[in-house]
């Protein structure tokens, strides 16, 4: 295998190592070589359960629930059978992400219109799904290895940009929780200074209540009476 997609190979692993994902795929006109090109590499069974060549098209609506009337209408090489591809595997495996790749390796494009080397690689995990496409030059062979290293490039890229936005939005989020801190502090410390301003002016602190220079509980104004009994 090229050893430019064996070092996509490894950094997509590295990936789902760092997190403790797992992966799936579902491939059509590679005929399992994104499988064996990942499952190259040592430890595999710790993030790499099954996949699926799905090379007909009832057999990619049978085992991945690609919808019939897409293919009908639009073939298999296209965004939307490749995100169902990848969102079908996913689901029925259970893993974190799932890549599929459909496209047309050539040499010639029997009963399509599309040209060969066109692929479309979907990417899917549980909370997103996104589809590329690329056009590629070459024999069968040659474009097979392309389209394996499109694959990888594209599940990085977009395993990078989801990442991203999880960490945009966890910011966000703690900014949020630092800012309505920051307006209860606030609105605590007006409440306090309300409290001050209100007991300063109540009647059970005001001196006047005494004459000056007495202290409450002073008696000398008392006047008692001797009843004869001292």
């Known amino acids: 295998m090229d050893e430019e997609v ?6 997509l692993v590295r990936r789902l190592k760092e997190v403790k994902a797992t992966i799936t795929l579902a491939e059509s006109c590679t005929g399992g070589l994104l499988a064996s090109t990942l499952t190259d ?28 009337d897409i293919l009908d209408s639009k073939g298999a090489v296209n965004a939307t059978v490749a995100i169902q591809m990848a969102e079908g595997a996913r689901e029925r ?32 995990s549980a909370h997103w799904a996104n589809a590329e496409s ?42 949020a929780a630092a ?22 002016g109540a009647p059970w602190q005001d001196e006047s209540w005494q004459d000056p220079g007495k202290a409450i509980g002073d008696d000398t104004d008392v006047s008692w009476e001797n009843n004869g009994n001292e």
Not at 44 to 68: D, M, R, T
Not at 135 to 160: P, Y
Request: with cysteine.
């Open 134 to 175: 690329v056009q590629m030059g070459g024999s069968r062979r040659e474009n097979k290895i392309s389209f394996v290293h499109f694959a990888l490039k594209t599940a990085i890229d977009c395993w990078d940009k989801a990442k991203v936005r999880q960490e945009d939005a966890i910011a966000i989020k703690q900014k």
């Open 179 to 200: 800012d309505a801190a920051v307006k209860s502090a606030k609105s605590d410390a007006e409440k306090a200074r309300k409290a001050v301003q209100a007991s300063a």
């Open 41 to 68: 590499i040592s430890g595999a069974s710790e993030w790499f359960g099954q996949s699926w060549v799905c090379y007909s098209y009832e057999s990619k609506i049978n085992e991945l629930n690609v919808q019939q």
């Open 93 to 124: 495996s259970g893993a974190d992400i799932a890549i599929s790749i459909t496209g047309i390796a050539g040499p010639v494009a029997l009963n399509s219109n599309k040209p060969v080397g066109l692929v479309y690689v979907g990417i899917a």
């Open 6 to 11: 064996q070092a996509l190979a490894a950094r």
